[in-house]
């Protein structure tokens, strides 16, 4: 999202796009659901007063070059710890 927010489409632009600069081609449509806007504005927003995030996912499986892409875009580091969710807790 902040990609396209950096790129932004023409008034006119209607129907699927390819997402500008990403690493692979990922075609999304040109007006994104309100649910999903209204959810990740404020994230961003968030994100760009931040000092970077942590992220519950491995550089080795997403590949560094999308490791790359976040942090050029973004403009912050991003700490991939790994699948955080799967640390539980344990009661004994």
Do not use: C
């Not at 659901?33 to 970077?52: E, W």
């Not at 790994?82 to 344990?90: D, I, M, N, Q």
């Amino acid at each position: 999202m902040e990609s396209l927010k950096s790129h932004p489409l023409p008034d006119d632009a209607s129907g699927p796009f390819v997402i500008p600069n990403f690493p692979q081609d990922i075609i999304i449509n040109s007006t994104p659901p309100t649910v999903s806007k209204s959810f990740v504005d404020p994230l961003l927003t968030i994100a760009l007063k931040s000092h970077g995030f942590i992220i519950n996912s491995f550089v080795e499986f997403d590949g560094e070059e999308y490791v790359k892409y976040y942090e050029e875009t973004i403009g912050h580091k991003a700490w991939h710890l790994g699948p955080a969710s799967l640390v539980r807790e344990t009661i004994q």
